[in-house]
T-cell receptor, first 113, second 117 residues
């Protein structure tokens, strides 16, 4: 079965530090990948997605992610984080052969002002 | 501005009581999902519907949970009887899901925070 894993459960950074959150998926075929963000007390919303083309995807609020097929990875990056980036970040993949979306366990990011 | 609407936003109830959560998906979306979020388990898929037909509810405890979609504008998740371990935030999400290589984004509601005492 397809799965997605996020290695970092909690990350604490100071403002202006660079961010990289790991995401690995298990499926080797055609794959589409998503990153969602959940700000404190809010619902999940889409940050960015990849489904074809340029493996470097740019999303909202300065986030980007790189799809590396050989490593089964889709890591999220931001060159300089802000206090307002404090949130939980979820990697997600639609499963092949069904219509389900599987979410990783999430990474809680805390940015210190 | 289209959005997924969930009610109630907060619910506190006593063990054994029935709880019904409602979701109005975005008009035109063909797939509706129910997720449960807890600190321990993260986001768990409970059930989902495509074109109102239930496709998979294997994530739900069958003896107490039920999910239905009586029409295209309403999805419900019912817990009867509720237990303290059901305390969580329940999210509904909808999307336009076209096939096996899904590129569609999911839109989430604000969630229903359930506390069972």
């Amino acid at each position: 079965a397809q799965s997605v894993s996020q290695h970092n459960h909690h990350v604490i950074l100071s403002e202006a530090a660079s961010l990289e959150l790991g995401c690995n998926y298990s499926y080797g075929g055609t794959v589409n990948l998503f990153w969602y963000v959940q700000y404190p007390g809010q619902h999940l919303q889409l940050l960015l997605k990849y489904f074809s083309g340029d493996p470097l995807v740019k999303g909202i609020k300065g986030f980007e992610a790189e799809f590396i097929k050989s490593k089964f990875s889709f890591n999220l990056r931001k060159p300089s984080v802000q206090w307002s980036d404090t949130a939980e970040y979820f990697c997600a993949v639609p499963t092949s052969g069904t219509y389900k979306y599987i979410f990783g366990t999430g990474t809680r990011l805390k940015v210190l002002a | 501005d289209a959005r997924v609407t969930q009610t109630p936003r907060h619910k506190v109830t006593e063990m054994g009581q029935e709880v019904t959560m409602r979701c109005q998906p975005i008009l035109g979306h063909n797939t509706v999902f129910w997720y449960r979020q807890t600190m321990m388990q993260g986001l768990e898929l409970l059930a989902y519907f495509r074109n109102r037909a239930p496709l998979d509810d294997s994530g739900m405890p069958k003896d107490r949970f039920s999910a239905e979609m009586p029409d295209a504008t309403l999805a419900t998740l019912k817990i009867q009887p509720s237990e303290p371990r059901d305390s969580a935030v329940y999210f509904c999400a909808s999307g336009w899901v076209t096939g096996f290589a899904n590129t569609g984004e999911l839109f989430f509601g604000e969630g229903s925070r359930l506390t069972v005492l």
